[in-house]
């Protein structure tokens, strides 16, 4: 009993961990642009502004969402749908979904050792994956791949099923294809990495043999297959999905560049990297200086990095390259480097569970309390664009929703403001089109407004305190 105390209070201290790096910042207001648009799309979805298989942003921009599959956008207006419009809903939607990424890497690992009592510290490859600093940004910023990621890591856990079993059951194998092909209809392509999984198995594994491979493709495959068919076949989902092909991949293969390095998702990844580099380093540096046998599974270890890098590798087919891109295959990378250290670890706690436990009753203690009191102070304040937010706050009490605005060019640009617009008021901005001053409210950056305000002599300036824009209403 007493040897199973640490393993709880670990457990605790690592959700605690995970609540202390997201829930102060889910609770602030403010959000990376891309996250924001991803949740006025779903919340215009919620509200009947376009369909399922043709969501919409606004009618000046993206009338048609054909930037993304449409699964993301169709399961976040489920939660729009039944808990309201609050900014909440979509901030508590990536804190369930940041516990299910848990429980998965959870049950992965579980299903690894399930004959070893290493399966007890399932908790490890979760404190290594949240170490990584783009996988806490991406929960706290509505990223697709927060979606996207649940089910790449429901098709890894039914492949590691058949994997790491003597038995074949292949409606595991069926069931991993279902789950990728929901995360391609989340964020496409990169959710499609798993389909090596049965691959590397056989490379690392002699258990896994040929035979086996094959025939847990062949499920595998039949379930996709079998989707695509259907989704072929379907005239709507056939239209959306193939202009999302024309118009988003095939255009970002050719035309659209973050970066001028086509190689800068892997020093991205090694730089993501280095705090878990580092604790696998110290853990491992201790056992060698006290000259200690080292001792781990180098295939399992080697397969879960393989996976993980047949997930990051690809992305270099376009120079449209992003941290977050990669966060889907994080886990596997945090699960390879747990399997590391993971004997030690498990080693240490057994000869010193009393010492751990004794320092943990207090830390976990005062984790709480300092998760408390980081929600308590910091409800209300700005992780970002907190001027702009304060104004954009106000207008929306002034402006019919439902109602289009005009915005000088350079806002026009800014497409945070227009999805702050859009998310909270389904007010729309207009700043593309030469009637953008005959709208009855015209806003304008102060910071420039000498250049705009000849346009605006049939308006007059709104009486509020503002900070970063004036609004004008037509007189």
């Known amino acids: 009993m007493r040897i199973r105390q640490p393993h709880f209070l670990l457990w605790v201290a690592t959700i605690l961990l995970v609540c202390i790096i997201t829930l102060p910042r889910l609770i602030q207001h403010g959000m990376f642009m891309d996250g924001e648009l991803y949740a006025s799309v779903a919340h215009n979805l919620a509200h009947g502004l376009g369909s399922f298989w043709f969501p919409t942003f606004n009618e000046y921009v993206h009338p048609l969402f054909d930037q993304q599959p449409p699964l993301t956008f169709g399961i976040q207006a489920l939660f729009f749908k039944f808990f309201g419009d609050s900014m909440y809903v979509e901030r508590g939607y990536d804190f369930i979904f940041c516990l299910i990424h848990v429980l998965l890497i959870h049950l992965i690992w579980k299903e690894i050792f399930k004959q070893s009592e290493l399966k007890k510290i399932s908790w490890l490859p979760i404190v290594l994956w949240f170490s990584i600093p783009v996988c806490s940004w991406d929960f706290v910023n509505n990223m697709e791949e927060i979606t996207m990621g649940v089910f790449v890591q429901l098709s890894i856990l039914f492949a590691v099923k058949n994997i790491f079993s003597n038995k074949n059951n292949f409606i595991y194998a069926f069931l991993s294809g279902v789950s990728l092909i929901t995360a391609w209809l ?62 988003r991949v095939l255009n970002s293969i050719k035309n659209v560049a973050e970066t001028d390095n086509r190689f800068y998702m892997w020093v991205r990844l090694l730089s993501e990297l280095i705090i878990p580099f580092l604790i696998v380093a110290i853990v491992l540096g201790i056992k060698w200086i006290k000259k200690e046998k080292i001792t781990f599974d180098k295939k399992g270890s080697l397969f879960f990095v393989s996976l993980g890098l047949s997930g990051v590798l690809p992305l270099i087919v376009t120079l449209e390259q992003r941290g977050f891109y990669m966060v889907t295959a994080l886990p596997c990378f945090a699960i390879s480097l747990s399997i590391l250290i993971a004997p030690t670890i498990n080693e240490w706690i057994n000869l010193f569970h009393q010492q751990i436990t004794k320092w943990l009753k207090p830390l976990c203690a005062a984790g709480f309390i300092t998760l408390v009191l980081s929600l308590f102070f910091l409800h209300n304040e700005f992780t970002r664009s907190e001027n702009a937010l304060s104004d954009i706050y106000q207008f929306g009490k002034i402006i019919p929703q439902h109602s289009t605005i005009g915005v000088s060019a350079d806002l026009y640009e800014d497409w945070g403001t227009g999805c702050y617009f859009q998310r909270f008021y389904f007010i729309t901005v207009d700043g593309c089109t030469k009637d953008w001053n005959t709208h009855p409210f015209v806003m304008i950056n102060k910071s420039t407004a000498a250049n705009y305000i000849s346009f605006l002599k049939a308006y007059k300036k709104v009486d509020l305190y503002t900070q970063q824009f004036d609004l004008y209403q037509h007189k």
């Open 186 to 247: 989340c964020k496409g392509f990169p959710g499609l990495f798993p389909l090596t999984t049965f691959f590397f198995a056989f490379i690392f594994f002699k258990q896994f043999n040929i035979k086996k491979a094959a025939l847990n493709y062949a499920a595998m495959l039949l379930s996709i297959a079998a989707i695509i068919i259907a989704l072929y076949f379907y005239s709507p989902a056939n239209k959306c999905l193939s202009t999302y092909l024309n118009n």
